[in-house]
Nanobody, 117 residues
Framework: QVELSESGGGLAQPGGSLSLSCLLY????????MAWYRQAPGKTRELVAR???????DYTDSVQGRFTISRDHAKNMVYLQMNSLKPEDTALYYC???????????WGQGTQVTVSS
């Protein structure tokens, strides 16, 4: 059974930094496209950042230049480093995996990020 276990998040002041981590259990990490999504209250879930097995990345415009997604194949981990945080970054952040061979998709349970002074 595939599981995604997220950690990190919490409370940060505007301009501050936070880091999220996600560990994949139960599947082959090297064939997963890994991503972070977020959902703010009253809004739809949106893609924040995505990284392919080869390491290609893309970001939603609002976080470009502030957030960095990375992955460690040896540890089955994906990370999201969030800098220059803004109140509008406040949301529940979800880790997502997509197996490019089976086309199965999985979600973590989410971790809260709150940016407030």
């Amino acid at each position: 059974q595939v599981e995604l276990s997220e950690s990190g998040g919490g409370l940060a002041q505007p301009g501050g930094s936070l880091s999220l981590s996600c560990l994949l259990y139960g599947d082959i990490f090297s064939v997963q496209v890994m991503a972070w999504y977020r959902q703010a209250p009253g809004k739809t879930r949106e893609l924040v950042a995505r990284i392919t097995p080869a390491g290609s990345t893309d970001y939603t415009d609002s976080v470009q230049g502030r957030f960095t997604i990375s992955r460690d194949h040896a540890k089955n981990m994906v990370y999201l480093q969030m800098n220059s945080l803004k109140p509008e970054d406040t949301a529940l952040y979800y880790c997502n995996s997509y197996n490019i061979r089976t086309q199965y998709e999985n979600w973590g349970q989410g971790t809260q990020v709150t940016v407030s002074s």
